[in-house]
């Protein structure tokens, strides 16, 4: 199993990144896919998550500014964010099951 994330970078506060995440080695579409992230001497935390049917739930923090979806013909995953908060500045992995990707950093800085 491979989760390889893009689009991670510098983005000044109030603006916009699309995160996407393919996989490969996996049944992608009958499987709950998440986000999460890790700020510096911070937990990792759940940021959004979607089953294969398509239904979502979001940390609190994010709600209402971030978006996650999914194309299951193209086995990737996305997780559009507005609104970016210098509190968004983290690692952000892509989660399925047991694995992980390597990570792509979000830095939300003026």
């Known amino acids: 199993v491979q989760l390889v994330e893009s689009g991670g970078g510098l983005v000044q506060p109030g603006g916009s990144l699309r995160l996407s995440c393919a996989a490969s080695?996996?049944?992608?579409?009958?499987?709950?896919m998440g986000w999460y992230r890790q700020a510096p001497g911070k937990h990792r935390e759940l940021v959004a998550r979607i089953t294969g049917g398509g239904s979502t739930n979001y940390a609190d923090a994010v709600k209402g500014r971030f978006t996650i979806s999914r194309d299951n013909a193209k086995n990737t995953v996305y997780l559009q964010m507005n609104g970016l908060k210098p509190e968004d500045t983290a690692v952000y992995y892509c989660?399925?099951?047991?694995?992980w990707g390597q990570g792509t950093q979000v830095t939300v800085s003026s």
């Open positions: 080695g996996i049944a992608f579409g009958i499987y709950v």
């Open positions: 989660n399925t099951d047991l694995y």
